[in-house]
């Protein structure tokens, strides 16, 4: 299993995106730019293999029911 490293801002926006939070609304929340939301939720699609938000999503559910190291943002690789 290949593992990588997700930055704590990354996992903070990733709780949000889960959530159904607009990127918007993540970006209030977290007091940052949309443009710094976007580029989160862009280098966490590069880093897992995902193409879509919602498949992100999936994923990020996914990986917080059956892993508890996502605290501290070590996470695996999906499945192939």
């Known amino acids: ?3 990588f490293q997700l ?3 990354e996992i903070g926006v990733l709780n949000l ?3 159904g939070n607009s990127n918007r609304a993540i ?3 977290l007091v940052l730019s949309v443009r ?3 580029s989160h939720i862009s280098s966490s699609l590069g880093k897992t293999g995902c193409r879509s938000r919602l498949q ?3 994923w990020w559910l996914q990986q917080v029911k059956e892993d508890k190291r996502v605290c501290a943002g070590r996470v695996p690789s999906l499945p192939a």
């Open 1 to 3: 299993m290949t593992n």
């Open 56 to 58: 992100l999503s999936l």
């Open 36 to 38: 710094t939301v976007e």
């Open 17 to 19: 995106l889960l959530e």
């Open 27 to 29: 970006a209030e929340t």
């Open 7 to 9: 930055t704590p801002a």
